[in-house]
T-cell receptor, first 113, second 114 residues
């Protein structure tokens, strides 16, 4: 079975641009979460979606938005990119919430120049 | 604000050594504490400890949770070079607007030399 897949794996953008990151959960998993991991730190929670509804939101500005599609895949959008948005963006899926355990993808490495 | 503090931040040992990684936490409405191993990019699940399961063991790895003192320990015995990784501790709260959110610590970087 395929694990959590994310695309693209690497991305380079310039300040002020917009970016869309994509995530496909493990088959049968209905919850998708997004995390931001800055180098040298642990992942920080951005959003959780379950059955296409937002169920949790972290302390991120409104430039960050996400959605979940009927097939349970998800997109994370970031507008007006800042240098500080450079990070590894991790997607995780779980069968249900509360989480039994999260399965993480390999992430998208975003560099903002 | 939920808080997770891991120590040490980094650790260098030789194969065969036993290591103990520490995780202390403060969280409202605690539900569970999780340990993950991050080798390259994707954190991989190790253990989940809740009020009903405060000690877990899998091979050379084991973990305990002390809910009274608000900490957890991850032990690795007979370390191997393949154990070299970042070990992340996270806590999950129950309910509220941050339902399902994991709060991670900074991680412990473990390096095992042959």
């Amino acid at each position: 079975d395929a694990g959590v897949t994310q695309s693209p794996t690497h991305l380079i953008k310039t300040r002020g641009q917009h970016v869309t990151l994509r995530c496909s959960p493990i088959s049968g998993h209905k919850s998708v979460s997004w995390y931001q991991q800055v180098l040298g730190q642990g992942p920080q929670f951005i959003f959780q979606y379950y059955e296409k509804e937002e169920r949790g939101r972290g302390n991120f500005p409104d430039r960050f938005s996400a959605r979940q599609f009927p097939n349970y895949s998800s997109e994370l959008n970031v507008n007006a990119l800042l240098l500080g948005d450079s990070a590894l963006y991790l997607c995780a899926s779980s069968f249900r919430i509360p989480n039994e355990k999260l399965f993480f993808g390999s992430g998208t490495q975003l560099s903002v120049l | 604000e939920d808080k997770v503090v891991q120590s040490p931040l980094s650790l260098v040992v030789h194969e065969g050594d036993t290591v103990t990684l520490n995780c202390s936490y403060e969280v409202t409405n605690f539900r569970s504490l999780l340990w993950y191993k991050q080798e390259k990019k994707a954190p991989t699940f190790l253990f989940m400890l809740t009020s009903s399961g405060i000690e877990k063991k899998s091979g050379r790895l084991s973990s305990i949770l002390d809910k009274k003192e608000l900490f957890s320990i991850l032990n690795i015995t007979a370390t191997q070079t393949g154990d070299s990784a970042i070990y992340l501790c996270a806590v999950e709260r129950s309910g509220g607007t941050s339902y399902g959110k994991l709060t991670f610590g900074q991680g412990t970087i473990l390096t095992v030399h042959p």
